[in-house]
């Protein structure tokens, strides 16, 4: 057989697994590894059960694959922003605003961690060790070595690295985590979409004066890169952290 004759092949094989693995992923996020049901998963993908041990052996397997995946795009979308062309306090803004479009767009990926500090919890074989190799330890040395970058050239505050890192992602995590508190609070939406464009654009404005020596420059750079970074479409369906089915029906 030639290669002419094997390509076509080779990519209905490689489509075939992208679709598994895309409807694997949407499955397990929602239902996590336990609640997914493969019989579910191939009519998403719109394939026969037994593919799906074809290609990944066990569901086991096909979550890891899955997980990833996924893992693999967000190590990808967050180095963009660390090897951006420009200074170290700008790519600190960026960071933030990436990671905040990242909790409103990557339902699957927040889905998944969610599920996985949860096994984690109990006790259970957990798989954040991948998460955390792919992700978040060499994001995590390019950020540390970011933030010194700024510090040491002045243009960012003599602060702990850390503390810089912890107060720009952090507030992003408090928001979404606390929503059910915030409705009660303030008996608004925190997910609605005027709301979520009000916080993400004050956390951006925050930085810009809290992390600068020259806070003049970082509110040019705060509204540079909210003018060059438009809000991502929001489904506001997928954001109803904190509320039971019932409501997310409504």
Not at 46 to 58: D, H, I, M, R, T
Not at 114 to 133: D, F
Not at 168 to 179: E, T
Request: proline content about 3%; glycine content about 4%; some cysteine.
């Amino acid at each position: 057989m030639t290669a002419a004759s094997t390509h076509p092949v080779s990519e209905r094989a490689t489509d075939t697994r992208s679709r598994i693995l895309h409807a694997a992923l949407s499955e397990f996020a929602s239902h996590g590894l336990a609640g997914a049901r493969t019989d579910r998963i191939a009519q998403a993908a719109g394939v026969n059960k037994a593919l799906l041990y074809y290609y990944f052996e066990s569901k086991e397997n096909l979550y890891l694959a899955a997980l990833e995946m996924i893992s693999a795009k967000i190590r990808d979308r967050t180095m963009a922003v660390f090897l951006r062309e420009c200074s170290p306090g700008e790519r600190m803004l960026r960071s933030a605003l990436e990671h905040f479009d990242r909790i409103l767009t990557q339902h699957e990926f927040q889905g998944l961690m969610q599920q996985e500090m949860i096994r984690l919890h109990k006790g259970e074989s957990s798989a954040l060790e991948v998460l955390v190799r792919r992700i978040f330890a060499p994001a995590m040395t390019m950020y540390q070595s970011m933030a010194r970058e700024g510090i040491e050239s002045g243009e960012l505050i003599q602060a702990d690295w850390l503390q810089i890192h912890l107060a720009s992602l952090g507030a992003n995590v408090f928001y979404f985590l606390s929503a059910p508190v915030w409705r009660i609070l303030n008996s608004t939406e925190p997910f609605a979409p005027d709301a979520l464009a009000q916080r993400r654009t004050a956390l951006v404005e925050f930085l810009g004066q809290a992390i600068f020596t020259d806070r003049e420059r970082g509110a040019a750079l705060a509204a540079q890169v909210l003018a060059e970074t438009p809000m991502p479409e929001v489904n506001a369906d997928r954001l109803m952290f904190g509320r039971n089915d019932n409501e997310r029906t409504k």
